[in-house]
């Protein structure tokens, strides 16, 4: 049976993985072991046993297994971001409800996600190869999370100084971000109140 899209819990559409590209089924058997097992039994071979590939196969497709991190964690981000840009077209004439849709998005996306609570975090992995990548990315994913909402916000009327736009913004995507490492309750009644927030924060006049 086909595993049906959920536009309101991820931010793009899931499909069988056999029908995903060879490099999309590596990534995910590689997010699999690490976030179960950790990214030391991560292997070339072990990837290409749970594809159905050669090993070979899965260098010629990835690299090394340091290029495997950088794409693996770019990928995540980017599905991070993606929600966030999408909440964002789909409410273009209402900011608040843009905020309350990315922030219940990024939520529901981080439900069980270990390897985003990881970026997000920087601290999993400590022992490996991993952190300085993590802790490299962690700002990465702050910084273009904020980069977003700012592009995305120009088309609203909003009636506050660019310098306090900018910590208003600031103040949402962390406060996020902290619900995404510990959870006050579920993604739609705490993106509820994040908007709350949002509102009365965005609507003052400085």
């Not at 999309?24 to 292997?43: I, K, M, N, P, S």
């Not at 090394?64 to 909440?87: C, I, N, P, Q, Y």
Request: aromatic share 4%; charged share 25%.
């Amino acid at each position: 049976m086909a595993i049906l899209p959920d536009v309101t819990a991820r931010p793009w559409e899931l499909v069988e993985p056999a029908a995903l590209p060879l490099r999309d089924r590596l990534f995910d058997a590689a997010c699999t072991v690490l976030t179960t097992e950790g990214w030391a039994r991560v292997t070339m071979a072990r990837l290409a046993d749970d594809v159905g590939v050669s090993r070979q196969t899965v260098y010629n497709e990835i690299g090394t297994k340091a290029d495997l991190a950088e794409a693996v964690v770019l990928r995540e981000l980017d599905r991070f971001l993606a929600g966030v840009k999408r909440s964002f077209d789909e409410n273009p004439d209402d900011l608040v409800q843009a905020l309350r849709d990315s922030a219940r998005r990024v939520l529901k996306y981080a439900e069980d996600n270990a390897l985003l609570h990881a970026v997000v975090s920087a601290t999993h992995g400590a022992d490996t190869e991993l952190l300085p990548l993590l802790t490299t990315h962690a700002q990465f994913l702050m910084e273009g999370a904020k980069q977003v909402v700012l592009e995305r916000i120009q088309g609203y009327e909003i009636n506050i100084p660019d310098d306090r736009l900018d910590a208003a913004i600031d103040m949402v995507i962390r406060l996020v971000l902290s619900h995404v490492m510990q959870p006050g309750g579920d993604p739609v009644t705490t993106a509820d109140d994040i908007a709350w927030i949002a509102a009365r924060v965005i609507g003052e006049e400085s």
